[in-house]
């Protein structure tokens, strides 16, 4: 729609935009159901539907497919009559962030790094409220990354101040944790702070969220396009800048006196992920007790007080009437063309 003509657009050509979003959590049950339908597998289909569902969000159609195909893959490669949970679960990891690199040789200095690293975001995860809860962290090298953590976030259309800060000092903790227990930073927290950056940027040029700039939204510049001119002055400008500053600070403070609180939570994480190479949320609640808390993590509970736990795919009445006719006029012509056959 973005490409075509405005001439076209007009009433009576192109004029009715249907928008298709990624599928809600009900709608990736449907249509996982549809694609574990020719799978072989002695799980329950109805059931397995409903925690893949749980497990994928933001996943599309196309996603969903494919880790079904993955899934089937895997358990064929480790000589399986049947799928189990364990070959989805890699499935979907494997869709998420990349293969595993087996090949990747870390020193032992630099594995070291990476499980003090990811331990920092996995601590600060666990004892921020607003977070999401952690399904798995690993150092195995997957993609890009060297090390990998998987988080249950739910479909959520509305995010509050709180909420943004927690993912902040969240995604911060594996720069603080390196910082805390090596004194030196690396380069591996780089995707870490472009997302704290972005996030704070649009908190405060988007979405209204601090009292100097004020209640104002601007259009954040798409990449590629010409950057001519800005919708704000030098002094917004300067405003926004010292400002995106500040909140990134207080953040970064904030993690700090956390992780600091948690040292030795932090070391019992990394050095378990030293030992295991991956941790699940079993080992995580052995290792630090239950999540201070309550949150979400099954479909039913993710569904509950949306008025069913089923998507409702039927058709209106006016729709599925006129179905139910062309179907008997196909089934009528059929008929009619088999009795002239049996004339002749």
Known sequence: VDILDKALLRPGRFDRQIYVP??????????FKVHLGPLKTDLDKTDLARKMAALTPGFTGADIAN?????????ARDLNESIIMKHFEQAIERVIAGMEKKTNVLSPEEKRTVAYHEAGHAVCGWFLEHSDPLLKVSIIPRGKGLGYAQYLPKDQ????????????????????????????ITTGAQDDLKKITDSAYAQITRFGMNKKVGNMSFDSSQPGDPMFTKPYSEQTAQ?????????????????????????ADVEKVAERLLKNE???????????GKRPFPEKSTYEEFVEGTGSFEEDTTLPDGLASWNKEKAQDKETNVKGDDEGKVKA
């Open 22 to 31: 990624a599928p809600d959590i009900k709608g990736r049950a449907s249509i």
């Open 278 to 288: 991956i941790l699940s949320r079993d080992d995580m609640i052995e290792l630090l």
């Open 157 to 184: 259309y509305l995010l509050t101040t709180e909420q943004l800060y927690d993912r902040m000092c969240m995604t911060l903790g594996g720069r603080v944790s390196e910082e805390i227990f090596f004194e030196r």
């Open 67 to 75: 880790v079904c195909n993955e899934a089937a893959l895997i358990a």
């Open 239 to 263: 405003i926004i800048d010292e400002e995106v500053r500040a909140l990134i600070d207080r953040a970064y403070v904030r993690t700090k006196a956390l992780l600091t609180k948690h040292r």
